[in-house]
């Protein structure tokens, strides 16, 4: 959903280097189902791509984008699941600040 250009610029990447295409790809797509699952909603990439039957469709906008961008950014420099040795605070207006807006869950 997102391209691999803007994927390659926030992780600082040289746009001919490839050797990290497919990992930054199963990073993008783990953002992609990310934002669904905390939002409750479905991610299309524009408002032509949503079904009439999906009343609850999201459209990547540049909070959400941000938010993924977020995600695949962290999870590109820290590759496994703790690190040692580092203090780690959260970072204001990070990717749940960013996300919480377009939350949609039914309590029944």
């Known amino acids: 959903m997102l391209e691999l250009d803007i994927i390659k610029q926030h992780v600082r990447l040289e746009p001919d280097f490839d050797e990290d295409d497919a990992l930054l790809d199963t990073y993008a797509t783990a953002a992609h189902r990310y934002v669904e699952n905390h939002t409750?909603?479905?991610?299309?990439?524009?408002?032509a791509e949503i079904p009439t039957d999906d009343e609850h469709a999201l459209v990547l906008d540049d909070d959400l984008t941000t938010a993924m961008l977020l995600l695949i950014g962290h999870w590109y420099e820290n590759r496994e699941a703790v690190v040692m040795g580092t203090i780690a605070t959260q970072v204001p207006m990070?990717?749940?600040?960013?996300?919480?807006?377009?939350?949609?869950f039914h309590f029944d």
């Open 40 to 47: 409750g909603r479905t991610l299309y990439a524009t408002k």
């Open 94 to 104: 990070a990717v749940e600040a960013l996300i919480a807006p377009y939350r949609h």
